[in-house]
């Protein structure tokens, strides 16, 4: 759980870890430091296309 921000890239393929909490935290660190989101916009598109691609019905391929 936890703001899609925050995840460590592993999670999104399922790939869950106590290194994934340690990574939250150093985005967290990171924020307050630099005063700014740290993971942007790059990170939302990752993020959608990792939700589209678990949406696709068994065995399709996007097109």
């Known amino acids: 759980a936890g703001t899609v921000s925050y995840w460590a890239p592993e ?3 399922n790939q869950i870890s106590a290194a ?3 990574y939250a935290l150093g985005m967290v660190m990171l ?4 005063g700014s989101e740290v993971a942007g916009p790059l990170l ?10 678990s949406q696709q019905p068994g065995g399709a391929q996007p097109q």
């Open 11 to 13: 999670v999104l393929s």
């Open 44 to 53: 939302r598109e990752v993020v959608a296309q990792a939700q589209a691609a």
């Open 20 to 22: 994934g909490d340690i």
């Open 31 to 34: 924020q307050m430091l630099t």
